[in-house]
């Protein structure tokens, strides 16, 4: 088949990436080799728009075990444990198709996880729906949903946290990235990188069909009115036969059998067996006979860029076939000899006794091409907005309006389709500001959140970057967790806009900042651009998995109020920021504004100063300040309780509205028993900690003195209604 | 006590249920499905999860395998069976239990802390539990939807086999709430020998203040006695 122009176009190659092709090859690449090409050469696999930035990134530290390159990351939680975690997008096949999009997403990410020998012990998402208006809104929400719970539910892993939101950006373009959590022996960890000559490369897992072909370039393109003719593309995922590749490879992984392993993910049998051969710095040699298909007369190339899900690449130490195939045969799975590694630093692959295609290895992954990008920065918006000519509005009204939009209303719908409780080990399920998972049988515990601001990321990249790590780094303290380490999961549009590739470059560098100061690397993550639709952009969206650890495990104090009388205090200091902020979102649809400001050193002397407070039991229950502000916090408190709060009118701030509904950063609410508030005291005032007592717990009332007074329940109702009426 | 966990592919409420057995001093075992013979055991456990995947209908694949001839087996000699969820799903499949689970009436999965009611104390599952005490148990299931014939639905009456009811924390069974639209707010039934106990709720989730509380851990007691 002659190469034409349009073929490459197809693929996805612009026309000097193909010129490149035939230098590194020294000849024309065949179908085969431009498709397996094309699949290493997309944004998705080889980062190529990314690279640059993402090599900015802080990813060491004294808790990193294994920073980003491989699988997933890998953390050390003291003893022999580690915890190994990754988050990743599906964004483009979930718009296509809801539960398989979603689900395969899920089943992705827990590959990446147990193919380094972790035993997944959580799963979280963070998924982006367009406005609740836009008619395909609803039919995603309930795919995207089902598929994430079909997946985790029947394989058996607590899905424990997440967030959910609308925005109109994401109209025609959602986003489902999912992150799962595993527990590995620290010297028990599995790597891709091969080693050694003539070594058994191993086909484990479900048999290769026609589904996703292309899937990773698909990621790589824009959307446009035919996309819907993508469909094919999807993956379609078995959480079932996971299952058992889950149990099959934990059970080889118990002795030393194997040298090298790597899930066929995004590009499958291509980008896995190049991934170990470029590692070790090796050739692989596959015979493609041999490859377990589910369709007849399939193709070295549909073999090749095929995206079925459930499989798996190893590479095993001499004599220890027969050993491997016995536990894979016992679980019902293939197992299959396909080829052996070679000397050649090439990707040889046979078909029927001849060679159909062979490329060196380093030219589809060392000399894939890196751009760099040109990128504008963000103008700086002018904060325009005058409050004065602003209709008034009641604090009582405002805050209804927050509590009952899409955007702030109870979750349980969607949480309740999700089991949060399977393997026992949850000690704080969903609905608090982070899960808690105790490690199995040990007295330990881990804490994990996601989080993203899309609308501070949009309006000031910059600041939007550093808000996000620490608003995750603030969710893992509020559970009395020490914040070990992130995965991110940047979500972008098209990176050869320069606006777009400005926001990437400015969000990393805040992201940057953030983890650096707080010594929160990043260990494992994943760049979805290209989101968007006929050259509209999705607003900028990074978001951000964090891992925290808690030494030794207590009662999560959670964020629902415990007791009658309890001080109620505010930690950080209210400046009344509206820039952004719900209340004028959600009450006058004004978006414009900046985002609140990041004070880095704050955040981190309130950070710790609360962790020790929780950690030394003097605190008895705690939530962060974020989207909302205070009294949007406070009603997440009184809402999951069966008590209610007074509160005091602001002392320094004259506007209400501002101090009730700022969103500053860098703030906690605690709740303190009487008996412990001296002791809080002293430590606060020892820490140069700024606080103020706003109130106490009460019965029955949600109070704000001479403002409002709410019937509890009538809160509930409130913050309960909108996803059962949708 | 004796006890075994019946493992099937997609099991996955195996370890949960095992580790719950061993906190409670049992002698646990667990048994793959291919096995051909059980352990010695005072008590055989059919676990949560999803056995073959839910391909067919849940619990259809493992009510057939071989394995379950001898659980029939040694349930026909007054062995102590308990079917959890899927465990409860297999054994309306085959027939040790009747009645069935259909799929639960908002045709989604439900996972929450129910209420359920104890409705006979007088078992060898439920001796340690109050009448009509109230427990918090965790629910995880789509098909929980417990459905059955007439006549069945009289004996389970007369022949006090309903094990548990959904209810609401004082105790009063309504239609509000049950939340899969179970005939009756059954969660569970013995058969009438009352040597096998099939429920919804998953008993093993509750044995554990830290996680989430106490009120499962009085079956297992029961059991002991």
Redesign the interface.
């Known amino acids: 088949m002659k190469i034409t122009e349009k073929i490459i176009e197809k693929h996805g190659l612009k026309k000097e990436e193909y010129e490149n092709i035939k230098k590194l090859l020294n000849r024309n690449p065949n179908l085969l080799e431009l498709g397996i090409f094309s699949a290493m050469w997309n944004e998705h696999c080889s980062y190529k728009s990314s690279k640059i930035h993402l090599k900015k990134l802080p990813t060491k530290g004294k808790q990193v075990i294994q920073g980003p390159g491989e699988n997933a990351g890998v953390i050390d939680i003291g003893d022999d444990d580690a915890i190994v975690f990754k988050i990743e997008s599906h964004n483009h096949p979930s718009y296509i198709e809801p539960y398989q999009g979603a689900s395969t997403g899920v089943g992705g990410i827990l590959r990446d996880v147990f193919t380094m020998g972790a035993r997944p012990i959580a799963l979280l998402n963070s998924i982006h729906f367009g406005s609740p208006s836009h008619p395909k809104t609803k039919s995603l929400l309930n795919g995207v949903v089902?598929g994430i719970?079909?997946y985790g539910?029947?394989?058996?892993i607590p899905t424990v946290a997440g967030e959910t939101k609308f925005n109109e950006t994401y109209n025609e373009n959602i986003l489902v990235n999912a992150m799962a959590v595993g527990h590995a022996k620290k010297n028990k960890i599995f790597y891709s990188k091969a080693k050694g000559l003539n070594k058994s490369v191993v086909y484990v897992g479900s048999k290769t069909g026609r589904d996703g072909i292309h899937g990773a370039s698909m990621a790589s393109a824009e959307f446009d009115e035919n996309s819907e003719e993508k469909k094919p593309t999807v993956q379609v995922g078995?959480?079932?036969?996971e299952?058992?590749l889950l149990e099959a490879c934990l059970e080889l992984m118990k002795d030393d059998s194997i040298i090298s392993i790597q899930d066929m993910g995004a590009a499958g049998l291509t980008s896995s067996s190049v991934e170990m051969a470029s590692k070790g710095s090796l050739g692989i040699e596959l015979e493609l006979d041999k490859v377990p298909c589910r369709e007849e007369n399939m193709t070295p190339y549909e073999m090749m860029l095929s995206e079925s899900q459930e499989r798996m690449l190893m590479i095993l130490e001499d004599g220890k076939e027969k050993h491997a195939k016995q536990i894979f045969e016992?679980?019902?799975l293939d197992f299959v000899i396909i080829g052996k590694t070679t000397n050649t630093k090439k990707l040889t692959l046979k078909y029927k006794n001849k060679i159909e295609g062979e490329i060196p290895i380093d030219a589809l992954a060392a000399n894939a091409p890196i751009y760099d990008r040109k990128w504008s920065k963000k103008k700086n918006e002018k904060n325009t907005i005058d409050f004065k000519k602003l209709k008034k509005i009641k604090i009582e009204d405002a805050l209804i309006k927050i509590l009952s939009s899409p955007n702030h209303s109870n979750k349980?719908w969607i949480?309740?389709?999700?089991?949060?409780?399977?393997?026992?080990?949850?000690?704080q399920r969903s609905g608090s500001d982070a899960a808690i998972i105790?490690i199995h049988?040990k007295d330990k515990a881990i804490a994990v959140s996601v989080d993203s601001s899309a609308n501070y990321c949009k309006s000031h990249p910059l600041t939007g970057g550093k808000q996000i790590v620490c608003e995750n780094w603030r969710n893992l303290i509020t559970v009395g967790a020490k914040p070990l380490a992130i995965t991110n999961c940047l979500n972008f549009g098209n990176p050869e806009n320069e606006d777009v590739m400005g926001e990437f470059a400015e969000c990393l560098e805040g992201i940057k900042k953030a983890c650096e100061f707080l010594n929160y690397p990043i260990v494992s993550g994943n760049v979805s651009f290209y989101n968007g639709t006929n050259k509209k952009n999705i607003f900028p969206t990074p978001v951000i998995g964090g891992v925290g650890l808690i030494k030794k495990?207590f009662?999560p104090i959670g964020h629902s109020l415990k007791k009658d009388k309890s001080f109620l205090i505010l930690i950080g200091k209210t400046f009344g920021h509206l820039g952004q902020s719900c209340f004028l979102q959600e009450n006058y649809s004004i978006t414009e504004g900046k985002p609140p400001e990041v004070n880095l050193t704050n955040e981190k002397n309130n950070g710790e100063a609360v962790l020790k407070l929780i950690n030394e039991n003097l605190i008895d229950s705690a939530h962060d300040v974020s989207n909302g502000g205070l009294l949007v916090a406070l009603s997440e408190m009184t809402i999951s309780s069966n008590l209610g709060v007074k509160i005091e009118k602001p002392k320094k701030l004259n506007n209400t509205i501002e101090y009730f509904f700022g969103e500053d950063q860098g703030r906690y609410i605690l709740e303190i028993g009487e008996r412990n508030f001296k002791k809080v005291e002293k430590i606060l005032k020892t820490g140069n900690i700024f606080y103020e007592k706003i109130g106490v717990t009460q019965q029955e009332f949600f109070e704000v003195e001479g403002e409002l007074k709410i019937a509890k329940n009538d809160l509930f109702k409130i913050n309960n209604q909108w996803y059962n009426n949708y | 006590m004796k006890s075994c966990v019946i493992v099937f592919p997609g099991s996955n409420c195996d370890r949960d249920i095992a580790t719950a057995l061993e906190k409670m001093q049992f002698k646990n075992k667990m048994v793959w499905h291919k096995e051909t013979a059980l352990p010695k055991s005072d008590l055989i456990v059919i676990p949560g999860g999803f056995s073959y995947g839910d391909y067919l209908r849940s619990g259809a694949i493992a009510g057939k395998s071989i394995i379950l001839d001898e659980v029939i087996k040694a349930a026909n000699s007054g062995c102590l069976i308990l079917g959890i969820c899927n465990g409860f799903q297999i054994l309306t499949e085959t027939g040790l239990l009747s009645g069935t689970l259909l799929r639960n009436k908002k045709l989604k999965f439900i996972n929450k802390d129910v209420n359920i009611k104890v409705m006979n104390n007088k078992t060898k599952f439920s001796s340690n539990y109050r009448l009509n005490q109230v427990l918090k148990i965790n629910i995880a299931h789509n098909e929980g939807n417990f459905f059955t014939n007439e006549k069945h639905r009289e004996q389970l009456k007369k022949e006090d086999l309903i094990a548990f009811k959904y209810c609401d924390e004082k105790g009063d069974i309504s239609e509000r709430v049950n939340p899969n639209g179970a005939m009756d707010n059954i969660a569970g039934i013995y058969n009438s020998k009352k040597n096998i106990l099939g429920m919804m709720p998953h008993p093993e989730r509750m044995i554990d203040e830290m996680i989430s509380n106490t009120d499962g851990i009085n079956l297992f007691k029961s059991l002991l006695n």
């Open positions: 089902s719970g079909g539910n029947c394989i058996g078995d959480p079932f036969t299952k058992l016992k679980w019902d349980s949480t309740d389709q999700y089991d949060q409780m399977v393997m026992c080990d949850t000690a105790r049988n495990i009662k």
